[in-house]
């Protein structure tokens, strides 16, 4: 069965890094998003994106984010000087938005942990 | 906003049925959802169900909504040890672009 891969599985950063969280969506899909989950705390949204465009981003997505399908089948989110509160699982996903269908595939997420 | 709630914790014995509720704000909700995540592992989309819907049964599964009170419950029939997990509700509506708002989890605690 098609999944959503994510790499690496844990990333260690120092505040002030760069970080690029990667994602293979599942092949013939067209929408892309990121989510991520502090710990203890829901699943929030970060931002989508279709046609090489970001199509809505949350208040989260300020301007330290950034997120790039550099070829036909990765997808990344970089986080450009991390702060501590960026510490969480990231969840990338994709939904194929056939008729009517709108359902996102999770992939299992990057755990982020900046010290 | 769109706000999704349900409880934070569930135990039920093995071979019994499991009931997690859920409830949700957005009234132009279209899709509702269940996901599952076992530790450390990601978000598995268990099932889902369509706003014009009233029920959705899949094996062990059985998805009830009332769209009227905008309470969403997931039945589990013959709850297993593989059955515990953190189950998600979570809603999104076409006016939103599709971002799915999820609920905080309910973390299901099978009792031999």
């Known amino acids: 069965e098609p999944e959503v891969t994510q790499t690496p599985s844990h990333q260690v950063t120092q505040m002030g890094q760069e970080v690029i969280l990667r994602c293979v969506p599942i092949s013939n899909h067209l929408y892309f998003y990121w989510y991520r989950q502090i710990l203890g705390q829901k699943v929030e949204f970060l931002v989508s994106f279709y046609n090489n465009e970001i199509s809505e981003k949350s208040e989260i997505f300020d301007d330290q984010f950034s997120v790039e399908r550099p070829d036909g089948s990765n997808f990344t989110l970089k986080i450009r000087s991390t702060k501590l509160e960026d510490s969480a699982m990231y969840f990338c996903a994709s939904s194929g938005r056939t008729v009517a269908k709108n359902i996102q595939y999770f992939g299992a997420g990057t755990r982020l942990s900046v010290l | 906003g769109e706000d999704v709630e349900q409880s934070l914790f569930l135990s039920v014995r093995e071979g019994d049925s499991s009931v997690i509720n859920c409830t949700y704000t957005d009234s132009s909700s279209t899709y509702l959802y269940w996901y599952k995540q076992e530790p450390g592992a990601g978000l598995q989309l268990l099932t889902y169900?369509?706003?014009?819907?009233d029920m959705k049964q899949d094996q062990r599964l059985t998805v009830l909504l009332n769209k009227k009170d905008k309470h969403l419950s997931l039945r589990i029939a013959d709850t297993q040890t593989g059955d515990s997990a953190i189950y998600f509700c979570?809603?999104?509506?076409?006016?939103?672009?599709?971002?799915?708002?999820f609920g905080k989890g309910t973390r299901l605690h099978i009792l031999p």
């Open positions: 169900i369509f706003s014009n819907m």
């Open positions: 979570a809603e999104s509506s076409g006016n939103r672009d599709d971002k799915i708002i």
